[in-house]
């Protein structure tokens, strides 16, 4: 244990510090060069699933698709790692749908701007991305190799209704959903039973010897057939499985009726038909939250904290329950011996409040703006003042947090006097889901850019136990 107090300043910088290290090391580009390696005319991932070396030689042309918030970023790490002379060789193209402040020129691959940055959901710009991938990987020879980058936000970036389905009825059914709280599971699960490409589409339309999907997760437990709604895995849920979910949130008026028809008309199990041709499959989870809480704990110990990680292993409920949770555990860690650092990773949701009085946020503002609230209400019980000796920080790995700006939020013992000046109190803001304007005038909000990548939520917690360490 440290022999001296951390101010509150640092106990600040030690949290930024933290946190950006667990980003940084699944950032999309620094992960596709940590597991590929090229040597000569051999591709080799290093992965435990992965039995073989991919031989190049046999190849005569790849072709990379792809989409997601890292996609960009997987994109350039590919073209690092394969090297302009193969590249040209392999007669090398491809097209990747990214979000629009993600697309730059690359050398032989097209990321194609596919939506705007904050709005995580399809655009005719996806529509026609999409069609222009699926167009790709039918038009392959059985000596072509496929190469597919997937990772979070994914989804609403490759949108391919089915016929009968709108555009707007996507957009409509994916806003109800996320408004009334359901998790990946429920809403991917509802979007591949509407998608051409989803469920396992991807995979079934190409003409290719091999595809070779690499994936970074965004999904708590890394469930292949979730995560981008598994465009390359064979899907087991059935239409019946997503009238349940509709059902379950009572959207029968809601929704429009295309998506009612064709849930009821559509025929169970599509996903698990197998193609008409020998394209050879493989799918490899390159990076998740797990790789980012392992290095953000690495950094912890660095800065001379005695560190505890915690993965979530499931789903996780309500972001309000999750940051109350996470105030208790401060407060003990603060005033009990044990670690002085908490680093997690998850993924709450949030029910939305009704849109007549609903503000701007996203769910790891709303969960530091619960613990804010837990803290206060606990912490007026100790002698030391309610955040006096802790820092709280949850933030999105891909610097999204809701349709705003800010990845997330942090908070400390710094915040409570401008607080009170600006009369800020966050009860109301958390009924109205409105933490943006709730930490923007303190100066608390997380604001990264996008950051290239996709693995969940990152949340950091950083305590002085000056009063334990004079005991």
């Given at each position: 244990m440290?022999?001296?107090?951390?101010?509150?300043?640092?106990?600040?910088?030690?949290?930024?510090?933290?946190?950006r290290a667990g980003v940084?090391?699944?950032?999309?580009?620094?992960?596709?060069?940590?597991?590929?390696?090229?040597?000569?005319?051999?591709?080799?991932?290093?992965?435990?699933?992965?039995?073989e070396s991919l031989d190049l030689s046999t190849v005569k042309r790849i072709v990379v698709v792809g989409a997601g918030k890292a996609s960009a970023g997987m994109a350039a790490g590919l073209e690092a790692v394969?090297?302009?002379?193969?590249?040209?060789?392999?007669?090398?193209?491809?097209?990747?749908?990214?979000?629009?402040?993600?697309?730059?020129?690359?050398?032989h691959i097209h990321l194609h701007p596919a939506r705007p940055g904050g709005l995580n959901e399809p655009t005719a710009e996806a529509v026609e991305g999409t069609r222009q991938i699926m167009q790709l990987v039918s038009s392959l020879a059985s000596d072509d190799l496929c190469i597919v980058l997937l990772s979070g936000g994914g989804s609403a970036l490759l949108p391919a209704p089915k016929e009968g389905i709108s555009l707007a009825d996507k957009q409509a059914v994916t806003r109800f959903l996320s408004a009334a709280g359901a998790n990946i599971a429920e809403l991917n699960t509802v979007r591949k039973q509407l998608s051409r490409i989803k469920g396992g589409g991807l995979a079934r339309i190409c003409t290719a010897g091999r595809m070779l999907v690499l994936i970074i997760s965004d999904v708590i437990g890394d469930p292949l057939d979730l995560i981008a709604?598994?465009?390359t895995v064979a899907d087991s849920s059935t239409p019946d499985d997503a009238l349940a979910i509709l059902e379950k949130y009572q959207a029968a008026t809601r929704i429009p009726d295309a998506i009612w028809a064709c849930l009821r008309t559509a025929p169970a199990a599509h996903g698990t038909q197998p193609s008409s041709h020998e394209c050879r499959v493989q799918n490899i989870v390159i990076g998740n939250i797990a790789v980012a809480v392992?290095?953000?704990?690495?950094?912890?110990?660095?800065?001379?904290?005695?560190?505890a990680m915690h993965v979530a292993q499931e789903l996780e409920g309500d972001a309000e329950d999750v940051g109350r949770h996470l105030a208790e555990m401060a407060l003990r860690m603060r005033d009990q011996r044990g670690p002085d650092c908490l680093i997690t990773g998850g993924e709450p949701t949030v029910q939305l409040a009704d849109p007549a009085v609903r503000g701007r946020g996203g769910r790891n503002q709303q969960l530091v703006l619960a613990a804010l609230k837990q803290l206060l209400a606990q912490g007026e019980q100790t002698s030391r003042g309610p955040l006096a000796g802790i820092a709280l920080l949850s933030g999105g790995t891909d610097g999204e947090d809701g349709p705003t700006d800010a990845a997330g939020a942090y908070i400390d013992a710094t915040i409570i006097a401008a607080?009170?000046?600006?009369?800020?109190?966050p009860a109301e803001f958390l009924r109205r889901n409105d933490a943006y304007h709730f930490f923007a005038p303190l100066d608390a909000l997380l604001k990264t850019g996008p950051t290239q990548t996709n693995v969940c939520d990152l949340r950091v917690i950083v305590v002085d136990r000056i009063e334990t360490r004079r005991a």
């Amino acid at each position: 244990m440290s022999a001296t107090a951390r101010s509150q300043q640092q106990l600040r910088e030690d949290l930024l510090a933290i946190w950006r290290a667990g980003v940084d090391a699944v950032r999309a580009d620094r992960l596709m060069l940590d597991k590929l390696h090229r040597d000569g005319e051999v591709l080799q991932v290093e992965d435990e699933s992965l039995d073989e070396s991919l031989d190049l030689s046999t190849v005569k042309r790849i072709v990379v698709v792809g989409a997601g918030k890292a996609s960009a970023g997987m994109a350039a790490g590919l073209e690092a790692v394969l090297g302009a002379d193969l590249m040209r060789r392999k007669q090398l193209t491809g097209w990747v749908n990214v979000p629009a402040p993600s697309a730059r020129p690359l050398a032989h691959i097209h990321l194609h701007p596919a939506r705007p940055g904050g709005l995580n959901e399809p655009t005719a710009e996806a529509v026609e991305g999409t069609r222009q991938i699926m167009q790709l990987v039918s038009s392959l020879a059985s000596d072509d190799l496929c190469i597919v980058l997937l990772s979070g936000g994914g989804s609403a970036l490759l949108p391919a209704p089915k016929e009968g389905i709108s555009l707007a009825d996507k957009q409509a059914v994916t806003r109800f959903l996320s408004a009334a709280g359901a998790n990946i599971a429920e809403l991917n699960t509802v979007r591949k039973q509407l998608s051409r490409i989803k469920g396992g589409g991807l995979a079934r339309i190409c003409t290719a010897g091999r595809m070779l999907v690499l994936i970074i997760s965004d999904v708590i437990g890394d469930p292949l057939d979730l995560i981008a709604s598994g465009p390359t895995v064979a899907d087991s849920s059935t239409p019946d499985d997503a009238l349940a979910i509709l059902e379950k949130y009572q959207a029968a008026t809601r929704i429009p009726d295309a998506i009612w028809a064709c849930l009821r008309t559509a025929p169970a199990a599509h996903g698990t038909q197998p193609s008409s041709h020998e394209c050879r499959v493989q799918n490899i989870v390159i990076g998740n939250i797990a790789v980012a809480v392992d290095a953000a704990g690495l950094e912890a110990e660095r800065r001379g904290y005695s560190h505890a990680m915690h993965v979530a292993q499931e789903l996780e409920g309500d972001a309000e329950d999750v940051g109350r949770h996470l105030a208790e555990m401060a407060l003990r860690m603060r005033d009990q011996r044990g670690p002085d650092c908490l680093i997690t990773g998850g993924e709450p949701t949030v029910q939305l409040a009704d849109p007549a009085v609903r503000g701007r946020g996203g769910r790891n503002q709303q969960l530091v703006l619960a613990a804010l609230k837990q803290l206060l209400a606990q912490g007026e019980q100790t002698s030391r003042g309610p955040l006096a000796g802790i820092a709280l920080l949850s933030g999105g790995t891909d610097g999204e947090d809701g349709p705003t700006d800010a990845a997330g939020a942090y908070i400390d013992a710094t915040i409570i006097a401008a607080m009170h000046r600006a009369q800020l109190t966050p009860a109301e803001f958390l009924r109205r889901n409105d933490a943006y304007h709730f930490f923007a005038p303190l100066d608390a909000l997380l604001k990264t850019g996008p950051t290239q990548t996709n693995v969940c939520d990152l949340r950091v917690i950083v305590v002085d136990r000056i009063e334990t360490r004079r005991a």
